[in-house]
Each structure stands twice: as structure tokens, then as C-alpha cells.
């Protein structure tokens, strides 16, 4: 299966900015094989991922444009939702059939009169040998927005349908400071099967830097992308995610009509109170927000 980049104008932006790498943005989402590979392995071997990582890192990205693109190449079927302030049972019966709780010929489907074991089991009989692979996003939410008595429903749910035989593995991707409060899930040995997502490694921002503006032909002038590493890195081991995109997207944006290369002179260009380079385009972000 192959999937065609919905940015597809010459001069359409590679980068995302702050916003998140969706589904159909996987031939544009770089640096992060080493951690799809890891958490598929982990996935392979465990019907329970819990996928964490502090705030900025790219958890929903690296579901989206990541693990859900490289797991729906196999034939498997990536389901993404974000139950904000709804029980992730309902969320998941949603996903599948929107009106279940208006039209009375989907009755059956709703909790009252069918598990969320049962539902499942009916999805899966449709999808066939193909595995479906549940990201529950944001979950920290689940947390801090629903009740004690929904959240030890689900807690319930989750246990009876991971010590059932479906095909299914579930992915909860929370930030890091939630991270403990995965122990109401005890009873499925959450601890057992984790994965923290870190920073980019250089290596890494270096392929994110790099590789989407190739892809639309654009490169960066000698020596430029090493002084962006430097500069973003700012004495620590790695490098924020989110940094990293907000720089690539404001240069790339920059760019005038059929230029083709990233420059020295454009990068050090005065911004955000006469800053220049990376420290010049982040704090004119902030100041835009701020204001």
C-alpha cells in the first residue's frame, strides 16, 4: 500500500509548524525510525502499548503519520481517536457506527445491550484476518475530564477485552507526568510494555531538517543546517521536536517564488526583537502568541 502526500503544490510548505503530522502526511514525516520500530516490536509481542513522552515530543505525529501508516501498509487497520471528555468505549462504537445512539436499528450496539468486547468482536469479524490496532491519543485526558466511576468502567472494559482472543492491540499515548496514573489499569500489567518517546537525536533532526525540503527540491545552504543543530540543541543531548519544526516551517515559508536554497542571509535575518537565527524565529512565535 502507498500513500500519496496531500501536499502536493511545489511551494507547499513540507513542514508542519506546531501542527500535527496527520495519516496522509507519512511521506513527509521523518527522523522517527528508530522509535516506529521499536514500538511495533513492542506491539507485536503485547496486546497493551503505553506510549509516552513529555508534552512538544510528536506522540500524536508519530501515531498518525508513523505507526499508523506503516502498520496500515501491512494489511493491519490503524484506528486513531481522541476521546475528549467521552468514555473511550463510546468513542471507539462512534468511530465506527457515528449514529448508534440516535437510530434505533443500531440499538443493539450500545452499552446497555452489548459489551464493548461484544462490539469489537463483531468489528473484527468484518475486517477478516486484518489486525486492529486502537490508539486512544491524548490520553491523559481520560485523567483529568471523566469521572472516577467512567474511568473504572473502561478499566474494566479494557481488561475484558485484552484477556479475550481478539485481534486487537491498544496504544495509550499520554504525556509523561500522567504516566503513573496508568496504575488504575493494573490489572492488564500496564508497566510491562511501555515506550518513552525522546527528543531527536542529531542524527535525527538532521533527516527532518533536511529530507522534507528535498523532497520539494529545496536544500540549505553549506554549513547552515549544522549552525540550526547548534543552535536548537543549546548545550542539551537532544533536540525539542517542536523547535525543530517551527524553525524548518518559518524558513521554508520564507522562501521567495522558485528560490531553492535555504540561506545563510535569510536565517540570520533580524526577528523577535532583533533576534536572529532559531533564537530570532521562536521568540517572535512567542511574541505573536503572547500577544
Sequence with gaps: TSLTATIDDDQANPYKSLLDYKLEDAPYFYGRAEAIAS?????????????????????TSLIQAGLGARLLSVGHFPLYIRPYRTPPGSAIRRAFLPDYQTQPDLSRFTQAAMSLRGFLESVTFYLGGRRLIIFLDQFEEFFSELSLED???????????????????????????????IRLFRAVKPYDNEYFLPTFKVEEALEVIIEPAARKGVGYETELVERMITD???????LSPAQVQLVCYTLFEELSNGAKTITHTQYDTPRGRGATGAKGILSSHLSRVLE
Excluded: P
Design 232 to 238: 536548537l540543541q543549546q548545550g542539551q543531548t537532544g
Design 39 to 59: 514500538a511495533i516490536n513492542k506491539l507485536s509481542n503485547h496486546r497493551l502499548l503505553v506510549l509516552h513522552a513529555e508534552s512538544g515530543s510528536g506522540k
Design 151 to 181: 474511568r473504572q468502567h473502561f478499566a474494566q472494559e479494557l481488561q475484558d477485552c485484552i484477556e479475550s482472543d481478539l485481534n486487537i492491540r491498544w496504544v495509550l499515548s499520554l504525556r509523561k507526568e500522567y504516566f503513573s496514573d
